[in-house]
């Protein structure tokens, strides 16, 4: 696996690799701290691509004033062995002066309205504009065939997706499964922060996500009441939630129940850690 850390040595590295084994270029943009859901994105990027780019950067611009910025995980040392073993072509390790030489208060910025502003957007304004502006970037930088993002993150997702539509990126966008513990918990970097104790209250989140789908399937139309029902049970159990919403998979507008394509989104605070989570599916239609 070759390292890079400047955006002249990546560029060369992917020429060359382009000349030599020809093909797609795929790509996997993190932030570190990988885990099994990341090294499971990887060994999907062998299926769409001949070379397989990874980049570990934690961008500064999608972190809040008050967020975890300063003590996010850093594991360059970790990682890098993990892609190796995966069978990571090619790593990007940027400093945040490569990908901001100019500085945060002057970068040109991305933003993808509406779908940006709710959910997650809503409770951390900025974060996505941070995403978006960082990825765009990357993708410049990369020029992948195609990127792989997991569906964990389904806002982000559908963001980066839009984002690549309306500026007529060049690439396909590929959604990859979440991957859970045998509990359900979704994998997160920020798993790390929870206690022993709170990594068994944990799954209870996507428990809760897979009893509201239950009740959508069993014929429960009334969503408010539902997802306020469900909120209530997330605090009995130590949860703080920002959100819990069903939303159409298409747009993430609010659905009703004339809506086929559903998915069920949540975030909520246990202990120091932010989970979020999700299920999507689709209603049998009569």
Not at 174 to 179: A, D, F, Q, Y
Request: charged share 20%.
């Amino acid at each position: 696996m070759i390292l890079c850390h400047s955006i002249a040595e990546l560029r060369s590295a992917i020429a060359q690799r382009r000349r030599n084994e020809g093909g797609k270029v795929a790509f996997v943009p993190t932030m570190g701290n990988l885990h099994s859901g990341h090294i499971h994105l990887i060994h999907e990027a062998h299926k769409e691509g001949d070379t397989v780019v990874c980049s570990i950067f934690v961008n500064p611009m999608q972190f809040g004033p008050n967020e975890d910025l300063d003590s996010y995980p850093r594991t360059l040392e970790a990682d890098s062995e993990k892609l190796s073993e995966a069978g990571c072509h090619i790593l990007f390790a940027p400093n945040a002066s490569e990908i901001y030489p100019t500085g945060l208060e002057s970068q040109t910025q991305v933003n993808v309205p509406e779908l940006g502003e709710e959910l997650c957007g809503a409770t951390r304004p900025g974060h996505f504009t941070g995403v978006t502006t960082v990825v765009s970037k990357l993708f410049n930088i990369v020029q992948p065939d195609v990127a792989l993002f997991g569906q964990k993150d389904f806002q982000q997702l559908a963001i980066i997706r839009k984002m690549a539509q309306d500026l007529c990126m060049p690439l396909e966008i590929k959604g990859v499964p979440t991957v859970r513990m045998e509990s359900g918990l979704a994998l997160s970097s920020r798993n790390g922060y929870l206690t022993q104790e709170e990594l068994v209250v944990a799954p209870t989140l996507y428990q809760t996500l897979v009893k509201i789908r239950q009740s959508i399937e069993a014929g429960q139309s009334d969503f408010d009441t539902l997802c306020d029902r469900a909120k209530s049970e997330l605090r009995a159990k130590g949860f703080r939630p920002d959100y819990l919403s069903i939303r159409r998979q298409a747009d993430l507008k609010i659905a009703d129940n004339t809506s086929s394509h559903l998915v069920i989104l949540a975030a909520a605070q246990l202990g120091k850690a932010r989970l979020i989570d999700n299920i999507a599916f689709a209603l049998n239609q009569k």
